[in-house]
């Protein structure tokens, strides 16, 4: 696949088979996700790739810590969102649930399918990505960057993926289950698998903004 394409045709899956990625395959994406610039090539990100039981038990203990309310996030959360960004958080949000049908005010099925963030959309495999503690800000982009990298090698070769903030904010469980030292800051998750082709959360796509809205050029 042309790299182009990749950008053009990769989408966040929400319903993955049950099939495993052959461990080939999994070691090729990270290994071109390894590939990733970062500052000082401090390359300051790790990841446990999570599958089998240790991904039912990290399953459990999210869904207990969220419904017991006990989560929280290594990292600082947003401070809101205003005007262009509540508009297109809205717009991604709105095309979710009217890919299930499920109605903007029904909010215990909007529940529902948040819930599904912590059974990891189904998919076989977690990679809990984490950032170290002393690189701050710097280490958080760079780990942004390698997240985009390894979505996008994954697409390439037919695996599905979506990243979730959803699981970084249940950081203390998600520290227990991999006895993460404090030291490493927990960024996110990125489920990977083979996308339920005809489940029709997979349909929709999100738009994004033009060029001319993102960049401003200087001469
Ligand atoms: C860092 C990051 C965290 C995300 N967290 C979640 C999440 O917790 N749950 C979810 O359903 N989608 C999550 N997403 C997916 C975004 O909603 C998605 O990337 C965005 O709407 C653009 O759609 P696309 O990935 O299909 O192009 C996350 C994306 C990023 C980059």
Redesign the pocket.
Known sequence: MEFHSVLEE???C?AFTAQEVPEATLRQVFALAQRTASWCNTQPWQVHLVSGEARERLAKGLVESVVSGSGGSDLPMPGGYVGVYQERRRE?GYA?YESLGIAREDREARDLQMLK?FSF?DAPHVAIITTDADQGVYGAIDC?GY??NL?NAAHELGVAT??????AMQSPTVREVLDLPEDRLV???VSLGFADADHPVNAF??SRATVEDSVVFVS
């Open positions: 990769r989408w966040s929400r991604a979710l963030n959309f942004g997240v985009a979505l979506i990243p979730q903030a959803a699981v960024v996110c998750a796509r999100t």
